[in-house]
């Protein structure tokens, strides 16, 4: 249908259909962040910002409107001012919103699944990924921002991942979109198809 806007003090909501986002097909709009600008930062077959102080739509990437390019999950670093977007097909994703330049870290990066369900960086500043295919710690690289210049031209990112399958423990490896939780302490619950993982990133043995 679309994207729905609440106001938790007048409690009115408001709907923006595809026509607001000028998407002609099918849309999918599934995930949200927020960065420091209070932008909403909207996933599916392509990457929209809303700007909350008037409401406008902004589409920020240059992805066709298919499902190549379908993002299921966002989580927004506020210490990088990066978008890591965990997308369906291609990987795990560096955005950065104000240069609109990217870059993939995919198999040939080290993931063993390049379906990304959900994403969550620990206090650490690690990321946590869910796939298809089990659970991957993400050591943000340094040189991040040199990635995102050679990156744009379709290389893939380089960075240390350890992927954490059934012989780590694992009960399964598919996990579920949008079906995680991170608690205050820090613990991850994670959902799948054979019920959900809990653990805390700081107390593995890395």
């Given at each position: 249908?679309?994207?729905?806007?609440?106001?938790?003090?007048?409690?009115?909501?408001?709907?923006?259909?595809?026509?607001?986002?000028?998407?002609?097909?099918?849309?999918?709009?599934?995930?949200?962040?927020?960065?420091?600008?209070?932008?909403?930062?909207?996933?599916?077959?392509?990457?929209?910002?809303?700007?909350?102080?008037?409401?406008?739509?902004?589409?920020?990437?240059?992805?066709?409107?298919?499902?190549?390019?379908?993002?299921?999950?966002?989580?927004?670093?506020?210490?990088q001012q990066i978008l890591w977007v965990g997308?369906?097909?291609?990987?795990?994703?560096?955005?950065?919103?104000?240069?609109?330049?990217?870059?993939?870290?995919?198999?040939?990066?080290?993931?063993?699944?390049?379906?990304?369900?959900?994403v969550y960086a620990d206090k650490y500043g690690?990321?946590?990924?869910?796939?298809?295919?089990?659970?991957?710690?993400?050591?943000?690289?340094?040189?991040?921002?040199?990635?995102?210049?050679?990156?744009?031209?379709?290389?893939?990112?380089?960075?240390?991942?350890?992927?954490?399958?059934?012989?780590?423990?694992?009960?399964?490896?598919e996990f579920v979109s949008t079906a995680s939780?991170?608690?205050?302490?820090?613990?991850?619950?994670?959902?799948?198809?054979?019920?959900?993982?809990?653990?805390?990133?700081?107390?593995?043995?890395?």
């Amino acid at each position: 249908i679309g994207f729905v806007q609440y106001d938790m003090v007048t409690g009115n909501t408001r709907l923006f259909t595809r026509q607001d986002f000028n998407v002609k097909k099918k849309h999918l709009f599934i995930p949200l962040a927020t960065d420091y600008r209070n932008r909403i930062w909207i996933g599916g077959n392509k990457l929209f910002s809303f700007n909350t102080d008037n409401n406008t739509i902004k589409a920020e990437s240059q992805f066709d409107d298919e499902f190549t390019f379908a993002s299921i999950s966002l989580f927004y670093d506020t210490t990088q001012q990066i978008l890591w977007v965990g997308t369906a097909s291609m990987g795990l994703m560096a955005f950065d919103p104000t240069s609109k330049k990217h870059v993939f870290f995919n198999k040939k990066s080290g993931l063993n699944d390049e379906w990304i369900n959900d994403v969550y960086a620990d206090k650490y500043g690690q990321l946590w990924l869910t796939t298809n295919q089990g659970i991957a710690r993400f050591i943000v690289p340094d040189n991040l921002k040199d990635q995102l210049e050679t990156g744009y031209s379709g290389k893939a990112g380089t960075a240390t991942i350890t992927n954490y399958g059934t012989s780590d423990g694992m009960p399964y490896l598919e996990f579920v979109s949008t079906a995680s939780h991170q608690a205050s302490d820090g613990t991850l619950s994670c959902g799948g198809v054979g019920g959900v993982v809990r653990f805390n990133p700081g107390k593995l043995l890395i």
